[in-house]
């Protein structure tokens, strides 16, 4: 699962609520969840704020634990 869902769906936030205190329209937060559309800065920062997250934990690739 997108991050940005898991996280927007663990904080009990529709894709219509974060779309409106966002600023985007609901088909925008669609594709950042399908992996569509990249953010940006200002809007990745607005998300994160939203979800009460960062923008690294929320768009930033997992990070391979068994490669260290």
Known sequence: MN???EIRM???ISQELLACKVGVTVRYIAFL???D???SID???KIAKVLKSTV???FLPRKCTKCS
């Open 3 to 5: 991050k940005l869902k």
């Open 10 to 12: 663990k904080n009990n």
């Open 33 to 35: 969840e399908s992996g």
């Open 37 to 39: 559309r990249k953010p």
């Open 43 to 45: 809007v990745a920062f």
């Open 56 to 58: 690294d934990d929320i």
